[in-house]
């Protein structure tokens, strides 16, 4: 059985709050209900194929977006969501594409990349009611989250 939330994320800028909305969401909905790469994926695993089972199953697509999200860049000084292979525009499209509930959550004062940053596989993700949620609110915040998820 797959996970039933996956979360997205990049490791930079937003890991704290990721890995605190994955133990959140672990004790709300069980830890064989969400899904993080770092927990979720063995080693020696094909990495691309796993997300693609994972979100092919999943219920709903958690997109975290810290400050450096839209800007990250890889070795070579190139966007990273420019590319094609990269994982976090993979699991967005493919959410997207399955037409399931795809949630961005704003971190550490992060904002709605606007469509016109956004590769076109990714434009829609503008059109997602976004929540934010915040260090100093996080309780308040994740019980707003969890409250939406239990509809889901």
């Known amino acids: 059985m797959g996970k039933s ?3 997205s994320y990049r490791r930079i800028g937003s890991s704290w709050s990721t890995r605190s909305l994955h ?9 064989d ?21 994972e979100i092919g ?3 709903v697509v958690l ?10 860049a890889d070795t070579e000084g190139n966007r990273r969501l420019d590319n094609p292979g990269d994982y ?3 699991e967005i499209g493919m959410g997207l594409k399955r037409r399931i509930p795809v949630i961005p959550i704003l971190v550490d004062g992060a904002s709605m990349p606007g469509e016109e940053a956004l590769p076109d596989d990714l434009k829609p993700l503008t059109r997602r009611n976004a929540i934010e949620l915040r ?11 969890l409250d939406s998820l239990q509809e889901i």
């Open 88 to 90: 976090v525009r993979m």
């Open 135 to 145: 260090h100093s609110h996080f309780d308040g915040d994740i019980q707003l989250l």
């Open 63 to 72: 997109v975290v977006i810290g400050p450096q999200w839209l800007s990250a």
């Open 23 to 31: 133990e959140r969401l672990g004790t709300q909905f069980g830890k």
């Open 5 to 7: 939330i996956f979360i």
């Open 57 to 59: 199953r999943c219920d």
């Open 33 to 53: 209900h969400v899904f993080m790469d770092v927990t979720d994926i063995d080693y020696g695993s094909d990495f691309a194929d796993r997300i693609e089972k």
